[in-house]
């Protein structure tokens, strides 16, 4: 892992100015946060700098607002959700730069919290203007990326700051980049990746890469069947792009050549309609699937199969479900690798990293988020790491 500062490395910061990239991007209805799962994962990086006396400046984007000020969109309606979360009161500034700014920051104390402007309200952020990045940074000392989930855009708030004032990773940004370090940066082998999701084409980089990086890919959901289809099965009405069994061919070849072992579910769940618990419910082998049948989910003995594979792995990165886990009974193969997974993680005998929206509430479906290693809740960016992409603003913090 590419080495970084972190808040360990900031020496006497009492009456510093803290610019602090957070993800404040909340689910709102009716004009209330529905989830705050984003201000707690921020929080210990914010409550530390202000208990160690700096001035907390946040700064957060939040929608898509496209460079226009939009009164739905501002950020001005998450801080009574913040101030619940970090137990402390937080100013508001409408500005994210220049003499507003400036005055906010003499008003504030040592310990003092503010939440600035929605940063996407200046073109200049999704621009990675560096005149927008310079004018931030007059009001402060130093800068602290606290935003996994934004680090694949190079933005003025993410990449820009880093260029122009000291830069360090927060909290939860390093326990990301040591999590995801230790999954695929240099995991403890044997690997497994499990990858599920509708589509091929929405993962393909993902899959190329991982075929290269893991000794076991798991391949899971709708995306399992254009692979079962490329290798001359039938899967009947099921979700399926035929048009990929090419790229589909290619990457089973690629995992050949890798030494990689790609496991497709041998035993499926399927019915004739998408309804839970449907009256035309059966289990069966791949090669009995009828025409007019889908493939829903993963057998009983298949992911009982699965489970063996991961018991002899020593990492695990999981990105997706195994079936259409949102209606039972097709939940049941994803809860029972979950599970698996979990027991593993909690003996000690399996490192177990996961991340994507799909993945982060299934395994909360099956009740076991809290017993693997790390959980990511970072979407595009998660995804880009496991293509083995270069994620701008992690890049920006390399010491």
């Not at 689910?27 to 529905?34: A, N």
């Not at 309606?77 to 003499?106: N, R, T, Y």
């Not at 979950?338 to 509430?361: F, N, W, Y």
Request: net charge negative.
């Amino acid at each position: 892992m590419s080495s970084f500062k972190t808040l360990d490395d900031l020496g006497d910061v009492n009456g510093k100015v803290a610019l602090v990239r957070v993800d404040l991007n909340l689910p709102m209805q009716d004009g209330s946060v529905t989830d705050d799962t984003r201000i707690r994962a921020a929080a210990p990086t914010v409550l530390e700098l202000s208990q160690k006396g700096a001035k907390v400046l946040l700064l957060a984007h939040f929608g898509r607002p496209k460079g226009e000020r939009v009164s739905t969109q501002s950020l001005s309606m998450v801080v009574g959700a913040v101030e619940k979360v970090l137990g402390k009161e937080v100013m508001f500034v409408p500005e994210i730069a220049g003499d507003i700014v400036k005055q906010s920051v003499g008003i504030l104390r040592p310990g003092d919290i503010a939440i600035l402007e929605n940063t996407r309200f200046w073109k200049g952020e999704e621009k990675n203007d560096p005149e927008l990045a310079k004018s931030m940074a007059e009001n402060a000392d130093f800068y602290v990326n606290d935003a996994f989930s934004a680090a694949h855009r190079a933005h003025a708030t993410t990449e820009g700051l880093a260029k122009v004032l000291p830069a360090y990773a927060g909290r939860s940004m390093e326990a990301e980049l040591k999590a995801l370090d230790a999954a695929l940066g240099k995991p403890v082998k044997p690997v497994a990746a499990v990858v599920g999701g509708a589509k091929v084409s929405s993962k393909l980089d993902v899959l190329t890469h991982l075929v290269t990086q893991v000794d076991h890919l798991i391949i899971g959901g709708g995306m399992a069947n254009t692979f079962l289809a490329a290798k001359g099965v039938n899967v009947g009405k099921s979700l399926c792009e035929h048009d990929l069994a090419d790229t589909a061919n290619k990457i089973l070849e690629t995992a050949d050549k890798s030494g990689c072992t790609v496991h497709l579910p041998y035993e499926v769940v399927v019915s004739k309609e998408f309804a839970a618990n449907p009256a035309s419910l059966r289990t069966c082998n791949v090669h009995e699937v009828a025409e007019d049948e889908m493939i829903l989910d993963a057998g009983p003995s298949a992911a009982e199969a699965l489970g063996d594979v991961l018991k002899t792995c020593k990492t695990l990165v999981w990105n997706g479900p195994l079936g259409a886990f949102e209606m039972q009974p097709f939940d049941a193969a994803t809860v029972a690798l979950a599970k698996t997974a979990a027991a593993l993680t909690h003996e000690g005998s399996l490192v177990s990293v996961a991340g994507g929206g799909d993945t982060v509430a299934a395994l909360n479906h099956a009740g076991v988020a809290q017993d693997f290693s790390y959980i990511s809740t970072a979407g595009g960016a998660f995804l880009e790491w496991m293509e083995g992409k270069k994620l701008p603003g992690v890049v920006a913090l390399e010491a």
